[in-house]
């Protein structure tokens, strides 16, 4: 079983950057894809952006395109999620994910970790 773990999430004031990790234990992180979704409350979780295991190629969601970069580090077993120009609308929990195929559909992933909150306030 993989263990996926977030952190990285706070407060920031619209325009700030956050960058968020997923460590990942149990499984070798270099074989899974890997994604970040976020759930702001009341609506469906959402795909933010993937990056797949065989040449680190990314995708992103119209939403975040040209703000959000997604990187791994095989080597430490973490991808991170670093979040710029933040906007209020980028408020929810965000949720690492492995899976099968690279992709921003939730039914692909089978390893979730719990969540970290990230709030764009003023």
């Known amino acids: 079983q993989m263990q996926l773990v977030e952190s990285g999430g706070g407060l920031v004031q619209p325009g700030g950057s956050l960058r968020l990790s997923c460590v990942a234990s149990?499984?070798?992180?270099?074989?899974?894809?890997i994604a970040w979704f976020r759930q702001a409350p009341g609506k469906e979780r959402e795909g933010v952006s993937c990056?797949?295991?065989?040449?680190?190629?990314?995708y992103y969601s119209d939403s975040v395109k040209g703000r959000f970069t997604t990187s791994r580090d095989n080597a430490k077993e973490t991808v991170y999620l670093q979040m710029n120009s933040l906007k209020p609308e980028d408020t929810g929990v965000y949720y690492c994910?492995?899976?099968?195929?690279?992709?921003?559909?939730?039914?692909?992933?089978?390893?979730w970790g719990q969540g970290t909150q990230v709030t764009v306030s003023s």
């Open positions: 149990g499984h070798t992180l270099a074989y899974y894809p």
């Open positions: 990056i797949s295991s065989e040449d680190g190629s990314t």
């Open positions: 994910a492995a899976g099968g195929l690279p992709s921003l559909e939730v039914h692909e992933y089978d390893f």
